[in-house]
């Protein structure tokens, strides 16, 4: 991921991290991953996952930040997520790096039907729909990416070991840091095992940016 944001869009993605930073507030949200996986299974539960994702794709605007943190993190608990070494998503990074913007649309939608919530699968499909001029699909994109964004940017403050960011895969890892403004490229990155997944932590000049990737995490 961290290879594929090129400059115009980067001053998108920047655009779009002031909305959503500009309209949530952060660091409020505590995720217990048994509940959510109790929630998105059980088909009685206003969040059973079927349930939420016909709402998101349907009106994305109308889903309410619990609905939100139970379908993003309920992915793991269901067959609506993507391995990083997935072929596709390889080649669809590949075809949107070669500007091949037709083709890389059609695999990324097919990805975005698997991996609805994919933050990575949308910020590049969104910078295809720009370049192809597809306002529906990119204004689309934008409600859906925004709300998701939203939902990883509260669920911990950053800045403490004890309250990470949290976040699904490597790449929504990079699209995140990204949204935040942070030069990752200049900072030293260290890794450790935690309960909750794999937690990287960001440092420069004594600042330190905590994000676990909870795909890795144990059921």
């Given amino acids: 991921m961290k290879n594929n944001l ?3 869009f980067i001053k998108i993605l920047f655009f779009l991290g002031f909305l959503i930073l500009g309209s949530f507030t952060l660091g409020q949200n505590k995720i217990d991953f ?3 996986k109790k929630n998105v299974q059980d088909k009685e539960s206003p969040f059973y996952y079927e349930k939420l994702l016909f709402k998101f794709r349907g009106m994305p605007q109308s889903i309410d930040s619990t609905e939100a943190f139970n379908l993003y993190y309920g992915t793991k608990f269901t067959d609506h997520h993507l391995e990083e070494m997935n072929p596709n998503f390889s080649k669809f990074r590949e ?3 070669q500007r091949d913007f037709k083709e890389a649309i059609k695999i990324g939608e097919d990805l975005h039907f698997k991996a609805p919530t994919n933050l990575e699968v ?3 499909l969104l910078q295809c729909y720009e370049q ?5 699909k990119f204004v689309w994109t934008i409600q859906k990416f925004r709300m998701i964004s939203a939902t990883v940017l509260t669920s911990g403050e950053g800045n403490k070991e004890y309250s990470p960011y949290l976040v699904n895969t490597v790449g929504e890892e990079y699209v995140l840091l990204s949204l935040l403004k942070v030069p990752f490229q200049n900072y030293k990155r260290s890794s450790k095992l935690t ?4 937690m990287d932590i960001w440092e420069k000049d004594g600042e330190k940016i905590y994000i676990n990737v909870v795909g890795y995490a144990p059921e």
């Fill in 6 to 8: 090129k400059p115009k």
């Fill in 195 to 198: 309960q909750q997944g794999m």
């Fill in 95 to 97: 075809k949107f790096q």
């Fill in 132 to 136: 192809e001029k597809d306002q529906n």
């Fill in 34 to 36: 048994s509940e959510i």
């Fill in 122 to 124: 949308l910020l590049i």
